[in-house]
């Protein structure tokens, strides 16, 4: 056996756990019909064939029809769901890992607006800043209902085989009647802890009642709200006591803080830039206090800091969530001694954030994380080796050298610049987006490690990739900033990049026209904003940055409002002049028949770049494919064979912003689809 603290098996109650890493309650955002159809299976079956211990399904699944799903979570309270789940289980089991789902009901986190428009209900009339609704307050009909919810959704999960369940009691309907700030009813479900923490007791007490005393139950509650008259760390090791006390749980899972503001949420669930294992020491103190089997995730990223925890004693399970999003293959890689060799996680935290806005998890890092049954993580080898000849280092480039590396083939990269990275080398200049550069350094290790020819500093042109006979050329150039937006004055405006980079050093007095609402303005804002200048954000949406999203613009804003830094949204720039020493911007409306000016030193404009496609109009005209792709082929994962041109030499492929401008996820998928069938 392994002397690796992580590799140790470990018993909970009747059930051995393989090892002592763990994927925590989350919802993916996968469920189809509100059931975890195929795709949500796969994803869960993948990282136990890779040899995780214990993998929990679908944060906040739900219990009871008024607590509607807000972002596609299953729903616990429908029949149907138990053979799905039985699917789920079955496969997992068969691979070693135990499975366990985490039950809720939302409470006022959700909205009145979904599913059958039922009222929002909790235990007070206060609505949550982040979903917006006012709740009913709770009447005693509506708890005795919801505690048979919670007993029958359990027993449901018993039927379909899984190896237990753990109910969410941190900013849904359980907290909202435990804290204090959130419970303005009577006794006996208002008032004192143990009123407030009966809704919990009687709700676990009827779920003993149906799965009986040997099915594992576990509660993941905050012990620390750090919410000005919510509860506090002393109520969080007093309830954490009563929990162990009761009898009736088996686990406790803790976090520390509140979710019912998206700053709230991000400091829960830290992102990019912020500390990592913020809570650990704190879930340490946890089971230090009541010697009761404790498990714990928040931004735990890499396995010195998991084994740290297993080590210090400060946990019983680690849970490596959204690292396992990056790498579902973790334990498997530290069995084979390839810690190394771990993608990891860089804290973009773009899955979380796509989930909070309709879409499904995704990884920045992996675009096979949530298609594991499209686009599986395990790359098959070609039956004949080609010549792949790539030109651009950046994201997209790296993952199609890497991709076409693990298929056999010989694959040469040029690069103009010194280095590898393209635009994410320039994102990184921001020390709170350093993270983003581990995406280049780990595809730049595998290329290495798989046998890809580099040429830096080669400004390869079409008769240098000529010239090296390649059988597939992909031209993964990337773009350029393009500031050529207004009806004048163009000449007067830089570029977001211009600031980043440092080519051109902040005014004092400085206008940023975001008109792609993504990072690079908020990063120059950022930079300008240091300098001690005095910073406007403008753009013409209803919302600034909203390609950011939620939670990874906590930070950004966090520096941004210490600043001289206002933000101005539906007004648009549209031309610029220059009198004297200052530049006059004209600034108008897309609802019309207004027109203001602005007296500023320095214009920075960010909308998106232009591809840097000369290269690829330059080697079309001798490719087989004349650059076509066949879009249902790269979908549906099959071969490239369109050969329009019997005179052509090689076939072409552009990839990333070379196409057109989108993010950092496009590209390496882009990267990923292109060369997987070549």
């Given amino acids: 056996m392994s002397s690796d603290p992580l590799l140790q098996p470990y018993t909970l109650k009747h059930l051995t756990l393989k090892n002592r890493l763990m994927i925590t309650s989350h919802e993916p955002a996968y469920p189809e019909d509100g059931m975890p159809k195929e795709r949500y299976r796969a994803y869960h079956v993948e990282r136990a064939r890779a040899g995780v211990a214990l993998t929990m399904t679908a944060g906040s699944a739900s219990v009871s029809r008024d607590s509607p799903p807000v972002f596609n979570n299953v729903i616990a309270w429908k029949d149907e769901v138990v053979g799905w789940m039985r699917q789920l289980t079955d496969e997992c089991h068969d691979h070693g890992a135990a499975v366990m789902i985490q039950l809720s009901h939302l409470g006022r986190r959700t909205r009145w607006d979904k599913a059958d428009w039922l009222p929002v209900v909790s235990s007070s009339h206060e609505r949550e800043v982040a979903h917006r609704a006012f709740p009913k307050r709770a009447e005693d009909w509506d708890i005795a209902r919801i505690i048979m919810d919670y007993a029958d ?43 407030r923490m009966r809704f919990m007791m009687d709700t676990l007490k009827a779920i003993r009642e149906r799965v009986g005393p040997e099915f594992i ?73 009541t010697a009761f089997p404790t498990f714990h995730a928040a931004k735990i990223q890499d396995v010195a800091t998991a084994r740290h925890a297993i080590v210090s004693g400060k946990l019983d399970m680690v849970g490596m969530t959204r690292a396992h999003m990056a790498d579902p293959h973790i334990v498997a890689k530290i069995l084979r001694g390839e810690e190394d060799r771990i993608r990891p996680c860089v804290g973009a935290n773009y899955c979380l954030d796509r989930i909070y806005q309709g879409g499904m ?141 440092g080519d051109v050093q902040p005014g ?39 390609e950011v999203m939620a939670m990874s613009l906590t930070p950004s804003m966090r520096e941004l409002q210490k600043r001289d830094v206002t933000f101005t949204v539906t007004w648009k720039l549209d031309a ?103």
């Avoid at 009563?242 to 899972?253: A, C, E, I, Q």
């Avoid at 509140?258 to 912020?274: E, W």
């Avoid at 940023?512 to 303005?521: F, H, K, R, S, T």
């Avoid at 690829?616 to 490239?640: C, K, T, W």
């Fill in 576 to 678: 610029l002049r220059r009198e004297g020493n200052e530049i006059v911007a004209k600034v108008g409306s897309d609802y019309g028949g207004v027109s203001q000016e602005r007296r500023v030193d320095q214009v920075v404009v960010n909308h998106g770049t232009r591809p840097l496609d000369d290269l690829y109009f330059d080697l079309r005209p001798g490719s087989v494919n004349l650059g076509e792709v066949e879009y249902e082929a790269m979908i549906h994962r099959a071969p490239q064979t369109i050969a329009t041109n019997p005179d052509g030499a090689f076939q072409l492929f552009r990839i990333g912003d070379a196409v057109a401008a989108r993010n950092t996820h496009a590209a390496i998928y882009d990267a990923l689809r292109t060369l997987r069938t070549i």
């Fill in 153 to 195: 959704a359990a027993e449901r999960m018993k039927e379909a085989g899984l190896d237990g369940i753990e109910l969410e009691a941190y900013g849904h309907l359980m907290e909202q009647f435990t804290s204090p700030l959130t419970n303005t009813l009577d006794a006996p479900y208002g008032g004192s802890t143990e009123n």
């Fill in 217 to 289: 139950v576990g509660v993941r509650y905050s012990g620390d709200e750090m919410l000005a008259g919510g509860l506090t760390k002393e109520d969080g090791l007093d309830i954490s006591q009563r929990l162990k006390n009761s009898g009736l749980v088996d686990f406790l899972n803790v976090v520390r803080g509140h979710i019912d503001t998206d700053p709230g949420l991000t400091d829960l669930i830290p992102v990019q830039g912020m500390r990592a294992s913020p809570h650990l020491d704190f879930a340490g103190e946890i089971r230090a206090a």
């Fill in 361 to 501: 998890a995704l990884c920045l890092h992996n675009p096979s994380t949530g298609r594991e049954v499209e686009q599986p993580h395990e790359i098959e080898p070609a039956t004949t080796r080609r010549r792949v000849v790539i030109v651009g280092a950046g994201p997209a480039g790296l993952e199609a050298g890497r991709v076409a590396a693990l298929r056999g083939h010989e694959v040469i990269i040029h690069e103009a610049a010194n280095e590898a990275g393209g635009q994410v080398r320039l994102t990184a200049q921001t020390p709170r987006r350093a993270e983003m550069m581990q995406l280049i350094q780990w595809r730049l290790a595998e290329c290495e490690r798989l046998g890809v020819i580099f040429r830096f500093n080669s400004y390869a042109d079409a008769e240098t990739v000529r010239a090296q006979a390649p059988d597939v050329v992909i031209v993964a150039t990337g773009g350029l900033p393009h500031t050529e937006v207004l009806s004048d004055g163009n000449d007067l405006a830089i570029s977001a990049w211009d600031i980043l980079s």
């Fill in 508 to 546: 004092s007095n400085v206008l940023i026209y975001d008109d792609a609402g993504d990072y690079p303005a908020l990063q120059a804002a950022e930079k300008i904003a240091e300098s001690g200048a005095t910073v406007e954000v403008m753009t013409r949406d209803r919302t600034f940055a909203p």
